[in-house]
């Protein structure tokens, strides 16, 4: 689905992402990890073209994005960005609607699709009136990833989505995010820094130091075959990973 080859970024004199390779497999979530810094949201950014390489070269679905094709294959693209990015002026239906009416949808599919995504998301129908700032936290992640999904897309990219919302709330999110994936079958990356997370929902999870790519696999495999000390430290840091692995559900 996407075919990340020896891309890399550096903004002035920091190196942000080493020339790394990566391939997305269709209908699997694939999940990017690793401490602060380490450029798990710039590889995310390089995925979407919303930043260019510096050098490599990125394909979606065998197409080398370039500056021609850009926004036509970003239009297969849904991307929730952190804390929602929800504009403050517009309601919630307008929010989510406002690339598919720029595009020329006829108002009634645009009516069918807000639907549809309500029922899909679990949101409330009286809550497509109100405004960012009348809607909790849960609720504004909810219209940022009907947005995303507006144009039903190929494939999703999230980066870190509920890292700003209260336990409880998240713990919520991450059982309906989970059954979304599942129900609709997309292929998804998101970044996270919570490896419980990572664990629950990963197909792929991608760990990533230093701008480059330390080891991939399943959770089971990082736990158990860590590729080295680095490795070995995070999981253990992250102890709620283990009570994922050994539990086999939510964190």
């Given at each position: 689905?996407?075919?990340?080859?020896?891309?890399?970024?550096?903004?002035?004199?920091?190196?942000?992402?080493?020339?790394?390779?990566?391939?997305?497999?269709?209908?699997?979530?694939?999940?990017?990890?690793?401490?602060?810094g380490?450029?798990?949201s710039?590889?995310?950014?390089?995925?979407?073209?919303?930043?260019?390489?510096?050098?490599?070269?990125?394909?979606?679905?065998g197409?080398?994005?370039?500056?021609?094709?850009?926004?036509?294959?970003?239009?297969?693209?849904?991307?929730?960005?952190?804390?929602?990015?929800?504009?403050?002026?517009?309601?919630?239906?307008?929010n989510?609607?406002?690339?598919?009416?720029?595009?020329?949808?006829?108002?009634?599919r645009?009516?069918?699709r807000?639907?549809e995504?309500?029922?899909?998301?679990?949101?409330?129908?009286?809550?497509?009136?109100?405004?960012?700032?009348?809607?909790s936290?849960?609720?504004?992640?909810?219209?940022?990833?009907?947005?995303?999904?507006?144009?039903?897309?190929?494939?999703l990219l999230?980066?870190?989505?509920?890292?700003?919302?209260?336990?409880?709330?998240?713990?919520?999110?991450?059982?309906?995010?989970?059954?979304?994936?599942?129900?609709?079958?997309k292929t998804?990356v998101?970044?996270?820094?919570?490896?419980?997370?990572?664990?629950?929902?990963?197909?792929?999870?991608?760990?990533?130091?230093?701008?480059?790519?330390?080891?991939?696999?399943?959770?089971?495999q990082?736990?158990?075959e860590?590729a080295?000390?680095?490795?070995?430290?995070?999981?253990?840091a992250?102890?709620?990973?283990?009570h994922?692995?050994?539990?086999?559900?939510h964190?």
């Open positions: 689905m996407l075919e990340l080859t020896q891309v890399s970024r550096s903004f002035g004199g920091t190196v942000a992402v080493q020339p790394t390779s990566l391939s997305v497999r269709p209908g699997a979530t694939t999940v990017l990890i690793g401490p602060s380490c450029g798990k710039t590889l995310l950014r390089l995925m979407i073209y919303l930043i260019k390489p510096d050098g490599g070269s990125v394909r979606f679905e197409t080398e994005f370039n500056d021609d094709d850009v926004l036509q294959l970003r239009h297969r693209m849904g991307y929730v960005i952190q804390d929602g990015g929800l504009f403050p002026h517009l309601s919630a239906a307008d989510v609607a406002l690339l598919a009416r720029h595009l020329g949808w006829d108002e009634s645009v009516l069918a807000l639907q995504l309500a029922e899909l998301t679990r949101f409330p129908a009286d809550g497509f009136a109100r405004y960012p700032a009348q809607l936290g849960g609720q504004r992640q909810r219209v940022s990833l009907m947005r995303a999904l507006m144009l039903d897309p190929d494939v999230l980066d870190e989505p509920l890292g700003a919302l209260d336990p409880i709330v998240r713990s919520e999110l991450q059982v309906d995010l989970r059954n979304i994936f599942r129900t609709l079958n998804v998101l970044v996270t820094h919570d490896m419980g997370e990572a664990g629950f929902f990963g197909d792929v999870i991608v760990l990533m130091r230093d701008g480059g790519i330390v080891q991939q696999g399943t959770l089971a990082l736990v158990h860590p080295n000390e680095f490795v070995e430290r995070f999981i253990q992250q102890r709620t990973a283990l994922v692995l050994e539990e086999g559900n964190p």
